[in-house]
């Protein structure tokens, strides 16, 4: 009856139109990309770059240094929202680094340069906890190297010594300083 509703203009193709694009998950690369992303990259790239292109296996503290100037960018990427995955980062730089440092290291001391979390907002802090749950599905130990990292140390009391012989009676330390200089 009316054939117009079925034929397309020249030019156009079904497999582009917009409910052909909205229903085919599999067209990911048309879904909006985080604007952090790009930079985000390209840190990473750049950083493998330089590793690749030593002309010799790097050390494994160049490797580590590499790792601690992710630190702001991963700050960063906290701070607008960016999810990134761990895991892909230390595989690129093991691959860069032609495997001089084990894959659990990298992961681990990208974990250790990752933000304080008590210190984020709470937008933030959402961020933070994909990210390290994701690593933690990978490498067990993630969340506790978090939680080592911020408990505070109280230098201000001192722990007492255990005497393993109850029978005993513990002795008293001997004065630091005499009555003579």
């Not at 409910?19 to 493998?48: G, I």
């Not at 490797?63 to 995955?85: K, N």
């Not at 969340?143 to 009676?169: C, F, G, H, Y």
């Amino acid at each position: 009856m009316f054939g117009f509703f079925n034929s397309k203009p020249k030019g156009t193709s079904t497999a582009t139109s917009p409910a052909v694009l909205r229903a085919d998950p599999s067209r990911s690369h048309l879904q909006t990309v985080h604007p952090f992303k790009k930079k985000f990259d390209y840190e990473l790239n750049s950083w493998c770059y330089g590793l690749e292109n030593l002309g010799e296996t790097p050390l494994p503290q160049v490797v580590f240094r590499v790792v601690r100037e992710f630190r702001s960018v991963f700050a960063e990427s906290i701070a607008t929202g960016f999810f990134f995955d761990i895991d892909q980062v230390a595989k690129r730089l093991f691959e860069a680094s032609q495997k001089a440092v084990p894959l659990k290291e990298i992961a681990m001391a990208l974990v250790a340069v990752l933000p304080e979390p008590e210190k984020l907002p709470v937008e933030q802090q959402r961020t933070f906890s994909l990210v390290l749950a994701q690593v933690e599905l990978t490498h067990a130990g993630a969340v506790n190297r978090v939680k080592q990292r911020i408990q505070p140390i109280n230098l201000a009391t001192p722990v007492k010594a255990q005497s393993t012989d109850s029978a005993r009676p513990a002795q008293a330390a001997p004065p630091l300083l005499s009555g003579r200089v």
